[in-house]
């Protein structure tokens, strides 16, 4: 059908096989060699458009090959080889699935050409993704599963509208960039918005992810949120609105993890603030500032991807992620802090690692484009990120007050996994020009410039001594064993409540006017049977009587005449 296979095929195929292989080994090689192959096809595919069908008078584009999608569909591809690697020890038939579904639709949309094909797997990785939550079996992830199913659905319902609009407006269904100002394209926009955890449509983010499985988190950390930046910057890229939002974004959600006990809700809640520097340098719009958006997604998918390895890793051998519930695990696993560190020093954007390479960026094209308020919001959203992921999780997971907990290292896969992902982010950050090679548009950028490392240092420096002085007094924000309430409160408190007491109102209404309808029928009732019934005074009278008498006559007579 096609000269060129599609990648996402690949791991279409593979889904498709993967039950019929017996589970172990030969499972494991079999998975981990699609992404592989899927990689190796993205790395040698010509620059180009191929892979084309013709859908009811349309022309479907599956391959559209340039800088950009070659560099997210890269990312994802190794971001599922690492993902497999660490779900190694997995024997869910669903879960294995999935994952592969969930990865081949991430990159089936990344090359997608047309609106309607990334219609297709921007649904596609809805679908298959909410079985990475539902497979922890449990009551409060099947609700947790279903929240997540209807806010990505609804997501793509949203999309094919403004689709639609497009279609309607323009009578193409190319997806190239847009011009924000249209019904259409603001439909679009929030499409990839709800995806993109904006402020007000991120509440999902911080929801589902803890609630999946621990490798199921890892896998879902990498691919759904990085596609909607693929697409922001497919589709709006120089948007304005996009800066006041990604700082947004930066800000916020960096206060929420600064004081969440759940290490995994702080991972959530760190990813979404780091998303946040993605949509800033999309609104910026420069080469630049593209570029280091493209570059912060790739270096944030892995150690993101590290830091939720590690935690699981935690989670998989002591049963908890909660900041009151572990501490002094650095001696009983050892391997597994210290590949976190290095997730929490690429975060942090430590020089020699990928969030320095990448942050800086952005920061850069911010600081080239004279946006200082922009500058300084990601400087302070990059100060929360020291702490709450470069302090917090490794001081109280590792060291801080021994809970009495001695745990086994984590598996070998697991280990391996966070090894791979660990090189990347020291690579990544080691050799930022063979990296930079690699971004949509060609680069004349050099990282690691004295102003650059100084400042750097001096924000790492300044968080830690901030940090020491201050942990052992009462304005420290001590971790508690408490649920930190965002913006979900509107539909776990405040709807609920205005539900319950509507509802009760309608039923006090309901109760009244039935019993005063049931009284007014009762009396009417009453007294058409006094005036009607046997006692009554129109059964007494002479016209019924005769009334009566008159139609058995006539009854009689028409008998005669019909049968006579």
């Known amino acids: 059908m096609f000269e060129f ?7 279409l195929g593979a889904a498709l096989l993967l039950p019929f292989i017996p589970q172990g080994i030969l499972r494991g090689l079999f998975s981990l060699a699609v992404p592989v192959a899927a990689g190796w096809a993205i790395w040698t595919a010509t620059q180009g458009v191929s892979a084309q069908t013709d859908f009811m008078g349309y022309t479907l584009t599956l391959m559209r090959v340039d800088g950009l999608s070659t560099f997210f569909g890269l990312a994802f591809s190794l971001a599922a080889f690492v993902c497999l690697i660490y779900a190694w020890h997995i024997r869910d038939t669903v879960q294995q699935v999935s994952t592969l579904l969930y990865a081949g639709a991430a990159i089936g949309a990344v090359f997608a050409g ?6 297709v797997f921007w649904e596609g ?29 609804g997501s793509g319902v949203i999309l094919l509208a403004g689709i639609v609009l497009h279609v309607n407006s323009t009578g193409s269904i190319a997806f190239d960039s847009m011009i924000l100002g249209s019904a259409a394209s603001w439909t679009i926009l929030l499409a990839f918005g709800i995806k993109a955890a904006f402020p007000f449509l991120h509440n999902w983010l911080e929801d589902s992810y803890p609630a999946a499985t621990i490798t199921g988190t890892v896998i879902l950390s990498a691919f759904t949120t990085k596609l909607a930046i693929y697409a922001l910057a497919r589709g709006f890229a120089g948007t304005e609105e996009l800066l006041f939002i ?24 760190a990813l979404n603030a780091q998303l946040g520097f993605m ?34 890793a935690v989670l998989y051998r002591t049963g908890t992620a909660k900041v009151t519930e572990l501490g002094g695990l650095a001696k009983s696993m050892p391997w597994t802090m210290a590949f976190t560190l290095v997730g929490a020093a690429s975060i942090a954007a430590l020089p020699l690692f990928s969030g320095f390479t990448t942050k800086s960026l952005i920061l ?5 484009a004279h946006m200082l308020w922009v500058w300084g919001a990601l400087l302070f959203a ?36 966070m090894g791979v992902t660990a090189a990347i982010c020291l690579a990544v950050g080691i050799l930022p020009e063979q990296f930079y090679a690699l971004l949509p548009y060609d680069v004349d950028y050099h990282a690691y410039s004295f102003s650059h490392v100084i400042t750097q240092l001096q924000l790492v420096v300044f968080v830690l001594l901030a940090f020491l002085l201050v942990k052992n007094t009462r304005f420290f924000p001590a971790p508690r064993a408490t649920v930190s309430l965002d913006t979900d409160w509107l539909y776990r408190k405040v709807i609920p409540y205005l539900l319950g007491h509507i509802a009760t109102i309608v039923e006090r209404i309901w109760t009244r006017w039935k019993r005063d309808a049931n009284l ?10 006094r005036t009607h019934g046997p006692q009554g005074p129109v059964a007494r009278t002479w016209p019924t009587g005769s009334m009566v008498l008159w139609v058995a006559a006539l009854l009689g007579i028409t008998l005669l005449l019909t049968y006579i």
């Open 364 to 368: 850069s094209a911010a600081g080239n």
């Open 5 to 11: 296979v599609p990648p996402v095929f690949y791991f």
């Open 382 to 417: 990059s100060a929360c990120a020291v702490y709450h992921s470069g302090i917090k999780i490794i001081y109280f997971t590792f060291f801080g007050e021994d809970r009495g907990l001695t745990p086994k290292e984590a598996p070998l896969n697991m280990k391996l996994a």
């Open 246 to 269: 990604g700082a947004a974004m930066a800000v916020v959600p960096s206060l929420y993890a600064v004081f969440e006990n759940d290490l995994r809700r702080t991972l959530a809640y």
């Open 279 to 312: 949509v800033v340098g999309i609104g910026i719009g420069t080469e630049l500032a593209v570029n280091g958006a493209a570059a912060h997604a790739f270096a944030s998918i892995f150690y993101k991807g590290l830091l939720f390895m590690g935690v699981g």
């Open 125 to 153: 990785t809805a679908i298959a993704s909410v079985f990475l939550i539902w497979a922890r079996r449990t009551q409060g992830a099947y609700f947790t599963g279903l929240r997540y199913l209807i806010v990505q659905i």
């Open 520 to 529: 007014v029928i009762s009396n009417a009732i009453q007294a058409s049977y």
């Open 114 to 119: 047309d609106l309607i094909t990334l219609f």
